[in-house]
């Protein structure tokens, strides 16, 4: 048998990089366990994903496991307060074994499960379902976090569905299977001080990295150039890596919303789109700015970034407790509007373009998202009565406001083939709002200057 490293060696190779304390993890589960009545809380294995034949992607746990314990590798976690041998807090590894590790590096183990999670019981991952159906017996409701291998889905179904063909003879109530991300994601979605300050240092870092493409890109240097010095710039400052996929779009490439491609050479006279952050201690950062590939922005482009910063500036200043949701993109959406009217691309007052969607063909998303451990974090943005929340303090949001002119565009010539998108991620406080990415720049005149001293 393999000795087991120490824990403090486990949890610096299993626990999130600068993410949350073990004493923050236990606090999580526990409240977690205090809302459990008669109830288990299951979330699966996410499983590796295959690159190539026997070579593997770099793993991401499923989010919420990592919320719930901080693991970095596949594992089945479950919360049971029901009344069985397994209450409590319940961990599903993959045992250790001496080959696997030769090729992969070490693993947690049984044992690690508890030394370094603080599980009150570990199992091999092979077990998990079957001491699932066992406890399931003493249960009332099984909150379970849906996989993305649907046939896992179906077997947990027919469990919950065995064990209530059970219950008529036993005379107990009817086991209750509910998704398990709406209560998990109520308590994901405010951040307390600790997450906001790993949130604070990722938008710091991701800043940092556009920042530096305003001092380095330049025409003729190829998009996957700039993914790599800012995605250098993430790692190099304390970042695991990019929170997503990179954007670099340059030239009419930047009107397609979600551009990966990464693969053309920049050119003078465009822009440049760049979509990126990082993920610092398991908590992301969403950053987008636009700026000449050259020294300046055209008139063209001036005009039309200038309206989208007064967009966003007019979004981002109605963020504060009590302030609905969808707030920023009204706001955001009034001034591009009257905008687009004075630019001569809408005709009309700006209530009647708004009501008729006349503005969608340049700027069809919303102008924010929830942010947090995922880029497209969870949470609710509609209440039971089907209108937007309320933002209250802890909350963390995008606000990015852009216009779109494909090359193809019904608008005047001098604006076709420009994207433009500037987005910062905003906390909500007790009296206002802290925009965490403050430090990039954004700032037209500003950008304009710091092009001319690249050049």
Same mark, same amino acid.
């Given at each position: ?18 993410? !949350? ?50 693991? =970095? ?100 109530? !009817? ?94 006279? =465009? ?56 707030? !920023? ?50 949470? @609710? ?71 001319? @001293?690249?050049?």
């Amino acid at each position: 048998m393999l000795a087991q490293p120490p824990p403090g060696m486990l949890a610096s190779h299993f626990m999130t990089l600068n993410g !949350p304390s073990p004493a923050t993890f236990a606090a999580r589960r526990q409240r977690v366990l205090d809302a459990l009545d008669s109830a288990v809380l299951f979330i699966p294995v996410t499983e590796e994903a295959v690159f190539a034949n026997d070579v593997h992607y770099a793993f991401r746990p499923d989010t919420n496991t990592r919320y719930l314990c901080g693991i =970095e590798e596949p594992a089945s976690l479950m919360l049971s307060r029901c009344g069985s041998d397994c209450d409590g807090f319940s961990l599903f590894v993959r045992p250790r074994s001496e080959q696997s590790e030769t090729w992969t590096g070490k693993r947690v183990g049984v044992d690690g499960a508890k030394n370094t999670f603080g599980a009150d019981h570990s199992y091999p991952g092979d077990v998990a379902l079957e001491t699932l159906r066992r406890t399931l017996k003493h249960a009332r409701t099984l909150h379970y976090g849906f996989s993305r291998d649907h046939n896992l889905n179906r077997e947990v179904a027919e469990m919950v569905h065995q064990a209530n063909a059970e219950r008529p003879r036993e005379g107990g109530a !009817p086991l209750v299977l509910a998704d398990a991300a709406p209560l998990l994601a109520e308590w994901r979605q405010i951040k307390c001080e600790a997450e906001l300050a790993l949130m604070r240092k990722a938008a710091e870092i991701s800043a940092q990295g556009h920042n530096e493409l305003l001092a380095r890109a330049h025409p003729g240097m190829n998009e996957y150039e700039v993914q790599a010095i800012v995605e250098y710039r993430f790692r190099a400052s304390g970042c695991l890596g990019p929170a997503y996929g990179t954007i670099a779009a340059g030239g009419d490439r930047a009107t397609v919303l979600h551009y990966t491609r990464n693969e053309f050479a920049l050119r003078d006279g =465009e822009l440049l789109l760049v979509d990126a952050g990082g993920e610092y201690g398991g908590y992301c950062a969403d950053i987008t700015r636009t700026f000449p590939v050259g020294k300046a922005y055209t008139p063209a482009q001036a005009d039309l970034y200038d309206l989208v910063l007064a967009a966003q500036h007019a979004a981002i200043d109605t963020v504060a407790p009590g302030t609905p949701f969808d707030a !920023p993109h009204r706001a955001a959406l009034k001034v591009l509007t009257q905008g687009l009217i004075s630019l001569g691309i809408l005709s009309g007052d700006a209530d009647t373009c708004i009501e008729s969607e006349a503005y969608k063909p340049y700027y069809m998303h919303r102008t924010s998202h929830w942010l947090g451990m995922d880029v497209h974090d969870v949470g @609710r943005y509609r209440n039971d009565s089907g209108g937007p929340i309320s933002l209250v303090p802890g909350m963390v949001l995008t606000v990015e406001p852009g216009l779109y002119f494909r090359a193809d565009a019904d608008v005047p010539e001098h604006y076709r083939g420009i994207g433009i998108r500037i987005e910062d991620d905003v906390a909500v406080s007790g009296n206002g709002h802290v925009v965490l990415s403050s430090d990039a720049i954004k700032e037209r005149r500003e950008i304009e200057s710091l092009r001319a @001293r690249a050049f």
